[in-house]
Nanobody, 117 residues
Framework: QVHLAESGGGLVQPGGSLRLSCVPS????????MAWYRQASGKTRERIAIVTTDAEPHYADFAKGRFTISRESVKNTVYLQMNNLKPEDTAVYYCNALAGLAGESYWGQGTQVTVSS
């Protein structure tokens, strides 16, 4: 079962922008945190940003000033606006949700972002 559906990835030139979206399935309830991660080829997965229900978003240092995470409270859709993209931003981008009393972690299938001229 697909719990999180990402979209918005693609090929963009350096300096360009992309907006990723992540839509949780209706079966996924009691979400209290959503985050974006990325994994470049041959590297470990790293968190980009996280947004919770009661705190300000938190960003990794490399994302500050270029990436913005936002969450639509009605449908729990989370977005990642990425500006001034660089070739080193090339990776598969994943959406993550923490939900339920046990804090279960759910992942999307990932969306490829390629920054190249």
């Amino acid at each position: 079962q697909v719990h999180l559906a990402e979209s918005g990835g693609g090929l963009v030139q350096p300096g360009g922008s992309l907006r990723l979206s992540c839509v949780p399935s209706e079966s996924l309830t009691d979400i209290y945190a959503m985050a974006w991660y990325r994994q470049a080829s041959g590297k470990t997965r790293e968190r980009i940003a996280i947004v919770t229900t009661d705190a300000e978003p938190h960003y990794a240092d490399f994302a500050k000033g270029r990436f913005t995470i936002s969450r639509e409270s009605v449908k729990n859709t989370v977005y990642l606006q990425m500006n001034n993209l660089k070739p080193e931003d090339t990776a598969v981008y994943y959406c993550n949700a923490l939900a339920g009393l046990a804090g279960e972690s759910y992942w999307g299938q990932g969306t490829q972002v390629t920054v190249s001229s």
